[in-house]
């Protein structure tokens, strides 16, 4: 037998993987498709609510964002909140995504940037809830005009920026994930202080964004899934034949 693709002599080995596996990975997906389900009732269930009792918390953050647009200041905190009003905007989110779309095709290949497609429904889905079901009770007594719930730029930035978190941890990189991970954090307090949306708003819009984010990691991570539950290959032995 003469030299093959892994050298003289070698053999190749493929093992299957027990069928405990096969069920752990099975299960896993059940989880996080049973998450993702259940945070979407969740922001079903709080604009329910919502039309008809008035969040705790929803007050005071009203009165928050009223006092820091009516008195504020120049200060690193409104600057925040500014950036953020920008982030939400659709020609920047537009610019945005496409951003997003050429780092992963060329870091992480096609699958990934298919993925990020998947958590831009939740916008889509924002989009609808806002339309469908409109302002909340307490926003047209304080506002009269807009829809608030939820807040999109919150969605978009747990949904996105979480997933672009999710692929450059998965490639070994520590700085950008983390800074990511800060970014979306701060979205919710600044959209507060800003005056832009109630604590309510952006409780549902952390909820909606991770909800689509989880469905994207299942698209992500299943075709290493599958192949790890259909087989694993070593090389057995490389000594020349006797």
Known sequence: MGPGRFGYGARVVITTSSPQAQRRTRRAY?????????????????????????????????????????????????????????????????????????????SAGRRAAQGLMIVLLASATCGLIKIICGPTPLWIALYHVGTNFPSGVVTFMTASFGYVAVVAWRQGRRVLP????????????????????????????????????????????????????????NIASLEAPA
């Open 178 to 233: 983390l800074a990511l991970v800060v970014a979306i954090a701060g979205a919710g307090p600044a959209r507060v202080l800003g005056g832009q949306h109630l604590l309510s708003d952006v409780l549902g819009g952390y909820m909606l964004g991770m909800s689509w984010l989880l469905l994207a990691y299942m698209y992500l991570v299943g075709p290493n899934d599958r192949a790890e539950g259909n087989a694993a290959w």
């Open 30 to 106: 059940a989880r996080y498709a049973i998450c993702s389900a259940a945070l979407l009732l969740l922001v079903i269930a709080e604009r329910y609510l919502l039309a008809r009792y008035t969040f705790p918390g929803d007050i005071r953050a009203a009165r928050l964002g009223a006092q820091m647009v009516t008195t504020h200041r120049p200060s690193l905190i409104w600057d925040l909140t500014r950036v953020y009003q920008q982030i939400g905007r659709p020609i920047v989110a537009i610019a945005e995504v496409l951003v997003m779309v050429t780092w992963l095709w060329r």
